[in-house]
């Protein structure tokens, strides 16, 4: 009877680490500007799971510094803030834009149009997702 119940409980774990999906990144590109100024990057984000999805920082060995950045207008002026994270609900899509979300990378390091650099997202929940992002040029060519 213990043996039963104990591998019940063990394929039950199973089953519900299988149910997890894993985060779709899709459309990932950077914009390189001129010198060192810091490059925008862009990319869309699905959550194919049944609860939400936390994004809560991403890194390059492109960028000295990887951050979340939102532009919103104030006073008639666009600023440009950091933000600690970002949630997609369940089943739902995050787009990070050119004028919204994106991702602010400062200091970048080799960034050449017509080449991908990997960028990791990392997750509330201690997972990663390694992605490659197309750099582009400033007019996002």
């Given at each position: 009877m213990t043996r039963r119940l104990l591998t019940a409980l063990i394929l039950s774990a199973g089953f519900s680490v299988a149910a997890t999906a894993a985060p779709v990144v899709s459309d990932g590109w950077i914009r390189a500007l001129p010198g060192d100024n810091p490059a925008g990057g862009y990319f869309t984000l699905h959550?194919?799971?049944k609860t939400p999805l936390v994004?809560?920082?991403i890194s390059s060995?492109?960028?000295?510094?990887?951050?979340?950045?939102m532009t919103h207008e104030m006073g008639g002026m666009v600023h440009m803030m950091m933000v600690d994270n970002v949630t997609v609900p369940a089943g739902g899509t995050f787009h990070f834009a050119p004028g919204g979300y994106h991702v602010m990378c400062m200091a970048p390091k080799g960034l050449k149009p017509g080449t991908n650099v990997a960028v990791t997202l990392k997750f509330a929940d201690g997972s990663q997702v390694i992605a490659n992002f197309a750099v582009k040029t400033a007019t996002g060519n």
């Open positions: 959550n194919p799971d994004l809560t920082g060995p492109a960028c000295g510094t990887a951050m979340l950045h």
